[in-house]
Structure formats: structure tokens, C-alpha cells
């Protein structure tokens, strides 16, 4: 019997027009964006079909457009994939992939991942940083890279661990800096600074933690349906308690995806459903366990080839 795992696109992936088609086409598409719309009070809907992109974009816009997105496409599906053995969600997607599992209801992730939002990009605001991605070296050379620049400049730290020789670093303007030239130095293909509000995943991350640990305190955590690989641990998660305490803790560590992957590989899994916007993560998934099938399921014109 093949094992399937789901995986859950992070911030980055959205674009405008994401699930317009798929809300005209499915009802149960339709409906999810119109809750979200209700919950957040204003129309996420409306922003993720028409723009404008710059605001889109925008971290606390992009974090609830994604998630939306996800649980519409989810939603369609759910009743036609079967049995599902794993799910892992990058970042944001982490939210989305406990959506999918049950343990957590879709209007308080809606709320939580605006508030998330909102959150990182205060502390972008009051703390500049700054993100790159880092392709052509291995782990280890990009974890010497960032302790070097934090020696002789500012913070920098490995904020994804993405795929065989693709790293993104994370941490102040200068401590970046510093990293991306010591990386070329090194031997890099590619050193490419990112579009970003803040240096996520890093410690200027930490006043985040402090003020959203409490906000999901009070939110009602449920057992998972079925196990969710953690960023943090690239372990499965199987309970509501646990989950909640990984979820703070992944805004100051690594996303630790490659190895993510490569767990649930390990553990069986024989195909993967990529469920939102974009091929981000099936485009990993060819570096990582390139033998494993993996399908990105986000419009109607991807459901219509999909086979279950």
C-alpha cells in the first residue's frame, strides 16, 4: 500500500490570482475563502485574486493568503487522496499542515498566522535585518560562513536548510553582508539576497516568540489526525501540546526542511502532494529524494491531471 505525505508551500509561493479559479470552480474552495474573509474582517479574498501584489506580499497579508489557499485546496481533495501517513508544512506551512491534521481549526490559524504576520514584521521594523539564499555549498560550509560573520560582524545564522547546496542565512543587514561576500569567497554558485521584512528564523526573531507564545496559549491545540514532521526537529509531531511549543520555537530556529523530507522518505512515504500555491517545495522534493513522485496540487488545471 503506497504511503502518502503532504506538504504545505511557505511564504514566498503566493501571487496574485492564487485560488480565484479554484473558488469559481469548487464550492468547498469557495467557502474557505469566504470564512477567512469573515474571520479576518476584511477581504483576503479579494486581495490573494486582485492584488495589488505589493500588498500581497506584505508578511501579515501573505502568511493568512497562503494559508487560505492551502486548506481550499485541501479541502477539495481530502476526499478523494485516502489515507494520509505524514504531512510537513515549510514555515508558514507548518500552520496549514495542522489545519489539514485537526489540530487546529481553520479560523484560529486564519487569525494566528495574521497575527504572526503582523509580529514579524514589527520586529523587522524595530530591528533591520536581512535574508539570502546561498547555493553551490554544503551545510557545513554555510554554518562556518555564518560563525565567521557573526565574529566579524552581526548576527547571521542558517534560517533553512532547504536541499543539498541551497541554505538560506538570516540575521542583521551588516551580519548578512558579511556572510553573502565570505560565501562567494568560498566558492559559492549563487549568493542572492531576498526580499524580505525581517530576518526570519534567526534570534531577532525572539521578541516574536515573546509575545506569540502567550496568543497560543489560550488557543485550543488537538491531537493531530495524522503525524506533522516539525521544522524544528524534522521529527513527527503526534500531540497538540507539542505542537504548540514547536510553533514558537520555529520563529528563532532553522527550518530544518531537507532533512524533513528525507525523514519521511525514510519512513515509507512513496509519493508526496504538494497543497497550495506553487511547485517551490516539489522543485526541493527533485533535490532531495528526486525518486519519490510528488505532484503540486493549487488551480483547477492541476486537479484535472492529478490522479489519485
Not at 16 to 40: I, Q
Not at 45 to 74: C, F, I
Not at 77 to 82: A, C, L, S
Request: charge should be negative; hydrophobic fraction near 45%.
Amino acid at each position: 500500500m503506497m504511503s502518502l505525505a503532504l506538504l504545505f508551500p511557505g511564504q514566498g509561493s503566493q501571487y496574485v490570482g492564487m485560488g480565484r479559479s479554484l473558488a469559481c470552480d469548487y464550492p468547498e474552495a469557495a467557502r474557505v475563502f469566504e470564512e477567512a474573509d469573515d474571520v479576518l474582517g476584511f477581504s483576503i479574498s479579494k486581495l490573494a485574486w486582485e492584488g495589488p501584489e505589493e500588498d500581497l506580499v506584505r508578511t501579515k497579508n501573505a502568511q493568512p493568503a497562503m494559508l487560505v489557499h492551502s486548506t481550499a485546496v485541501y479541502r477539495v481533495i481530502q476526499d478523494r487522496i485516502g489515507e494520509i501517513g505524514l504531512a510537513a508544512g515549510h514555515s508558514l506551512g507548518e500552520f496549514s499542515a495542522h489545519v489539514a491534521a485537526g489540530t487546529l481549526d481553520f479560523a484560529v490559524a486564519v487569525i494566528t498566522v495574521r497575527l504572526r504576520g503582523e509580529l514579524m514584521y514589527d520586529a523587522g521594523v524595530e530591528r533591520p535585518g536581512s535574508m539570502a539564499a546561498v547555493i553551490g555549498l554544503d551545510d557545513e560550509a554555510v554554518v562556518s560562513v555564518c560563525e565567521q560573520a557573526e565574529e566579524e560582524a552581526g548576527v547571521c545564522v542558517p534560517a533553512n536548510f532547504n536541499a543539498p547546496g541551497q541554505v538560506v542565512i538570516s540575521g542583521d543587514l551588516v551580519g548578512v553582508g558579511r556572510a553573502m561576500e565570505l560565501a562567494a569567497e568560498l566558492g559559492a554558485k549563487r549568493v542572492v539576497r531576498l526580499s524580505v521584512s525581517g530576518a526570519f528564523h534567526s534570534p531577532l526573531m525572539e521578541p516574536v516568540a515573546v509575545e506569540f507564545e502567550p496568543w497560543l496559549e489560550q488557543q485550543s491545540f488537538h491531537d493531530p489526525g495524522f503525524p506533522i514532521i516539525a521544522n524544528v526537529t524534522a521529527e513527527p509531531v503526534s500531540t497538540g501540546d507539542a505542537a504548540r511549543a514547536l510553533l514558537v520555537q520555529q520563529l528563532t530556529t532553522p527550518v530544518q526542511w531537507a532533512a524533513s523530507v528525507l525523514h519521511m522518505a525514510e519512513s515509507g512515504v512513496d509519493r508526496f502532494l504538494e497543497i497550495g500555491p506553487g511547485s517551490v517545495l516539489r522543485g526541493l522534493n527533485r533535490r532531495i529524494v528526486k525518486p519519490v513522485p510528488c505532484a503540486s496540487l493549487g488551480e483547477p488545471d492541476d486537479l484535472e491531471v492529478w490522479e489519485p
